[in-house]
């Protein structure tokens, strides 16, 4: 077994090819660990190492890596988190899907960081883990089963195997994953790791799902210090505006009103920012009418998760994303559909964003007469038989299956086809929010929010810094960031880093401090390149990040603010310099002509982003050529490159 001298490892990866059912050990050293802690920067490093760039998505090459965090499993706020990494086959390059579901925290009690899938079964498998034993399970009674159905029938074989109830972590696909959609996902839990078509990669490798269990547990470096430091961050997250009082109440719904009232709102496919009948699908509305219970992830204390009921079942509700998409998006102001159509999709196992944006454009594509198929704004009498035909492949369903850059390409229409390296974007319409459009192009997953930097809450959604003006907001992305890739490479969720807004900046939106900060932020560029340029000079620690103490007490790593951003930094360089091997450059960091071209506001032309301007900016911030890439001594600098690639630098 490998060795580590941290706590908070386990210490080990495995490499498991399902072609020959062979199991290995692949070689990850604490210098790793100094330098990716672990999460999607981990596995980026590790497909970095192992792609050539002539691997496809969907043939048997690819491979998925399943990756924890060190905080997963010490009891850190909010730290359940596990990412899945791979070649996506809606892309065609790398992509990252972070879950809050249980996998994650039983990974690592079966003695696992990681774990890295090859190969292609025979026929549809699932796989049991449980500590050293690893087993193969004939999965074709499982064959088109719904996500909940195929992990409440592994859990009865586990429990009759063994002859107790198993405690233990699930991920599995629906039958969108079997059939291959494209923008099929996994689910652990009711929780999904949902974009870029990890699911159809465990489609195309016939793998159903995995269960696993075990008996280890995660040491603890100082376990007084990092108890004492656990309690306080609970408390600060309980008291901040975001994290103890939005998301508790609302969950990320609540963003539905500040995005209409900041022209936000993407509706109509993007063609617009405001929805007329937002009130009747946003937060307030689903807190008061449907709402049954808040739930939140594994040791997450904000609990932002609605539960709500459709038939007789009591399930996860929408969050921000499916009911803007699903909502304003196809022109929709049916709640209780919402909720229906958001069950019926992770019970199909699909990506909400990319399946409600794919129908937006074959709606417009419809109404424009570029492809006939029956699809209007406003009519949803027949989506879940849509929703279905995708999942099976049938019908229109087997296009539709494609995601929207496929089908723009065949039927035209790709200046409303709202993705960026296709990926369809999030909520969040980029025109009154550039900052978060220049995020969208230059996402290495694509069309992303988060990968993009999530920029937004500077520019409306918590501060209200010049949501138009180009100024900074290339320095302020890179930061953003680079913070965010450390945050979940530590293997906790994005919320946590909310705190690290001052609560009185949040509190006091109209206060001369704040509106100070909101018009100073536009001029400090040059002061956020210094930090982007030289973090390592930050040798201090930030109360309002705790991450970094974390890390210190619980883990027993040195830690300060600026190796932890330069761990964000070496996490968005290796990732970036993993699809320059498939082809990823400028001329990829692109967004659709609606949003670059075509002002939101025909009386305002500054109502688009001016993405040219600000990537450039961009590319200097980063130190990457015009090319948009990581260049050898880039990649030498951060100590990404293998010795031979380093030689090659010199």
């Known amino acids: 077994m490998q060795m580590t001298n941290y706590a908070g490892y386990m210490g080990k990866v495995i490499r498991l090819d399902l ?5 290995s050990e692949y070689p990850w050293t604490d210098r790793d660990r100094q330098l990716y802690l672990g999460g999607k920067a981990m596995a980026s490093k590790i497909m970095y190492d192992n792609f050539t760039g002539s691997e496809k998505p969907l043939e048997p090459e690819n491979i998925i890596v ?48 990681a774990l890295i899938i090859a190969g292609k079964c025979e026929k549809l498998t699932w796989v049991e883990i449980h500590n050293d034993i690893i087993k193969f399970h004939d999965a074709e009674e499982l064959k088109g089963l719904c996500t909940t159905p195929t992990q409440e029938s592994i859990q009865q074989k586990l429990d009759e195997e063994r002859g107790c109830e198993v405690k233990c972590g699930k991920v599995v696909i629906g039958p969108a994953g079997e059939n291959l959609v494209k923008y099929a996902s996994v689910f652990s839990n009711e929780r999904a790791a949902g974009r870029a078509g990890v699911g159809c990669v465990f489609g195309s490798k016939n793998l159903k799902g995995i269960a696993v269990s075990g008996t280890h547990e ?123 159509w958001n069950y019926e999709l992770d019970e199909l196992g699909m990506d909400t964003i990319s399946c409600a944006s794919t129908v937006a454009w074959a709606m417009e594509a419809n109404e424009k007469g570029l492809w006939k198929n029956g699809l209007q704004f406003g009519k949803t009498a027949n989506l879940s038989a849509v929703f279905r035909s995708i999942a099976n492949r049938q019908g229109i369903g087997n296009e539709l299956a494609e995601g929207t850059r496929t089908l723009s390409n065949k039927y035209g229409g790709k200046e409303f086809a709202i993705q960026s390296k296709g990926l369809e974007l999030a909520a969040y319409e980029p025109r009154k929010a550039v900052g978060q459009g220049l995020g969208y192009a230059v996402s290495n997953r694509g069309g992303c929010h988060l990968n993009g ?45 909310y705190a690290l807004f001052p609560s009185f900046l949040l509190s006091g939106p109209n206060s001369f401090i704040t509106r100070m900060v909101n018009a100073v932020m536009p001029y400090i560029g040059p002061a956020v390149r210094l930090i982007n340029k030289y973090p390592r000079a930050i040798k201090m620690n930030l109360p309002l990040l705790p991450h970094t103490y974390a890390l210190k007490y619980a883990v027993g790593m040195k830690m300060d603010l600026g190796r932890f951003i330069r761990i964000g930094e070496r996490s968005y360089n290796v990732e970036r310099a993993v699809n320059a091997k498939f082809g990823v450059n400028a001329s990829c960091d692109t967004l659709p002509k609606r949003l670059t071209d075509v002002p939101q506001d025909p009386k305002d032309p500054k109502t688009k982003v001016p993405l040219e301007t600000m990537k450039k900016t961009y590319y200097k911030a980063r130190g990457w050529g015009s090319d948009g890439l990581p260049g050898a001594r880039k990649l030498q600098k951060l100590e990404i490159a293998s010795d031979a690639e380093q030689e090659e630098a010199v």
């Open 19 to 23: 072609g020959s059912r062979s199991v």
């Open 218 to 340: 995660v040491s603890i470096y100082d376990p007084q210090k990092t108890h004492e430091l656990f309690e306080k961050w609970v408390e600060t997250l309980k008291k901040h505006p975001l994290t103890g009082n939005q998301l508790p109440k609302m969950g990320t719904a609540g963003l539905v009103t500040t995005m209409q009232m900041r022209g936000l709102l993407s509706t109509r496919n993007y063609a617009k920012g405001q929805f007329e009948d937002f009130e009747l699908v946003n937060g307030e509305t689903l807190a008061e009418d449907i709402n049954i219970v808040n739930k939140g992830c594994l040791s997450c204390p904000m609990k932002c998760a609605r539960t709500v009921k459709v038939g007789n079942h009591e399930v996860k509700g929408p969050e921000l994303e499916t009911l803007g998409l699903l909502g304003g998006g196809i022109m929709n102001n049916d709640l209780k559909l919402i909720c229906k």
């Open 453 to 497: 930097g999530y920029l937004v809450i500077l520019e409306g959604l918590g501060l209200n810094v010049n949501s138009q003006t180009p100024h900074a907001k290339a320095d302020l992305c890179m930061l953003m960031q680079d913070l965010m890739e450390s945050v979940s490479s530590g293997g906790q969720c994005l919320f946590t880093s």
């Open 66 to 113: 399943i990756s924890t965090g060190p905080l997963t499993g010490t009891g850190a706020p909010s730290s359940s988190r596990f990412n899945i990494s791979t070649l996506s086959p809606q892309t065609g390059i790398t992509t990252s899907s972070n879950c809050g579901g249980n996998f994650g925290h039983y990974l690592k009690k079966a003695g696992y960081d």
